[in-house]
């Protein structure tokens, strides 16, 4: 079934982490190095990929959840604004993008789309990744998890981009990998496919009932 129908659209939304970057060591790293300086025991690479994707502060939860049993709002605090300032000074080491990305972003520019990145990780790290792999120049804009009050799964990323780049719902896709981005698409009324590879907070993404799984994005080329 081919919910991509990429031939009648012009607006394409993707997320980033899991989707378009492999970008859980990164967060692994950063991740370990703040807690070492909060004094704190270390968590896995396994771990942070189940965490991961929900957005800066809930990664912070759920990696004191598991260390402490309970979260102390001070201790988040200085565990997250520790992270930021650790991950945001070099959020692309090991990040990588995925197998057939670039093939599909390049495709996208080729066929005229407008390609937008709409991720819950805060927009300055989410445009460095972006430039440091040079695939910034695929995108018209970065809407990042601090851009609005809300973030996915709540549907307003995606509205404000189909409003703001004017197109409308049926002309929209989203392309994402976690239950995030499959619940932000479908309250805003807004096609969306997943990619089977990506972080879906350890879960199969098939559990939340996508209308489409990809392995891979230059299927949807064929």
């Known amino acids: 079934m081919d919910v991509a129908k990429l031939d009648q659209r012009d607006l394409l939304l993707f997320d980033l982490d899991g989707t378009l970057v492999d970008s859980a060591y990164d967060l ?7 807690l070492e300086r909060l004094q704190l025991p270390t968590v ?48 692309c080491v090991d990040t990588r993008p995925f197998d057939g990305i670039l093939e599909f972003l390049e495709w996208g520019i080729q066929n005229h789309k407008k390609l937008i990145c709409v991720t819950n990780k805060p927009e300055q790290p989410a ?27 709540h549907p307003k990323p995606l509205l404000y981009c189909v409003e703001h780049y004017q197109s409308n719902v049926e002309k929209t896709l989203m392309i994402g990998d976690s239950s995030n981005d499959v619940e932000a698409a479908r309250r805003a009324e807004v096609d969306c496919v997943v990619v089977s590879y990506g972080y879906n907070h350890g879960e199969d993404i098939r559990l939340c009932q996508p209308q489409q799984v990809v392995d891979n994005l230059t299927e949807l080329l064929v």
């Open 28 to 34: 692994y790293r950063a991740m370990n190095l703040s």
């Open 44 to 91: 896995t690479e396994q771990q942070v990929r189940v965490w991961i994707g929900k957005g800066t502060s809930l990664f912070c939860e759920s990696t004191l959840k598991y260390l402490k049993g309970e979260i102390d709002p001070v201790l988040h605090q200085q565990l997250l604004d520790t992270f930021l300032e650790i991950y945001n000074a070099d959020p």
């Open 127 to 153: 445009r460095k990744i972006l430039e440091v792999l040079k695939m910034d120049h695929y995108f018209v804009d970065v809407i990042g998890g601090d851009r609005f009050e809300v973030r996915k799964p």
